[in-house]
């Protein structure tokens, strides 16, 4: 799963409207920020095969970013973080820290069984991988969802619907371009930045997309 993390984030912003968008953007996908360094550092580990349904990753070593204690940990850093860094209210650092540990709970529908219980301990997850119809479908739908309650909430604070609308086609585009052949990355180190730097972008969008315009 990738774009479909988002749903969360855009969930995030139109059940609490004080919520930055671009800090609920991050916020769904902190876990894989921090997985981006890691396998850029070696400390986690990846291998890339093509026979796998569905993707390639094979996350054979990542207990530190996506074991469960570790997505807890990730997300009461979060939390912290928005009310310490971002000084949100309370109530928005709650959320945020629960976007941040819905990519544990999303990541468990779709990967393959590598998600640790406890580092070192049993790995789990349904492996709709395997199936990549419904899991396409899956993230679709929650992306629609989200979306579609994201814009109506942003009518009701007078905002257009361009941005909106455009961020929610970026985040569509970029669902089919994953799909799409191509040949393997280079190296885990060469994957890990570019997925950090996608994850990077989108948040950078997701603050031009919600910044106020001059009238």
């Known amino acids: 799963m990738f774009v ?8 995030a912003r139109a059940v ?7 800090a609920a953007v991050g916020a769904a996908q902190l876990v894989d920020i921090g997985w981006s360094v890691l396998i850029m550092t070696g400390v986690e580990k990846v ?11 094979d996350l054979y070593h990542m207990p530190w970013t996506h074991s469960l204690p570790a997505a807890v940990v990730w ?3 979060g939390a912290l973080l928005a009310r310490g860094l971002l000084k949100t209210p309370w109530r928005v650092a ?6 941040v540990f819905s990519h544990w709970l999303l990541d ?3 990967h393959r069984p590598d998600l640790a219980l406890w580092p070192g301990g049993i790995k789990v997850g349904l492996g709709w991988w395997n199936w990549p119809v419904p ?17 109506w909430r942003r009518g009701t604070e007078g905002r257009g619907w361009a941005w909106g609308c455009a961020f929610l086609a970026l985040l569509g585009g970029l669902g089919i371009y994953a799909e799409l052949p191509g040949p393997p990355p280079t190296s885990p180190a060469a994957f890990g930045t570019m997925a950090l730097v996608a994850y990077l972008s989108l948040a950078a969008v997701a603050w031009l997309a919600e910044r106020p315009r001059r009238a």
């Open 94 to 99: 709650a959320i945020l820290g629960l976007t």
């Open 16 to 22: 609490e409207p004080r919520t930055p968008l671009w």
């Open 108 to 110: 468990f529908l779709v």
């Open 47 to 57: 291998r890339f095969d093509p026979s796998l349904p569905g993707t390639p990753l």
């Open 4 to 11: 479909g993390h988002y749903a969360a984030a855009l969930a």
């Open 135 to 151: 899991e396409k479908m899956l993230e679709i739908t929650l992306i629609a969802v989200a979306g579609g309650a994201w814009l």
């Open 75 to 77: 997300s009461v850093g």
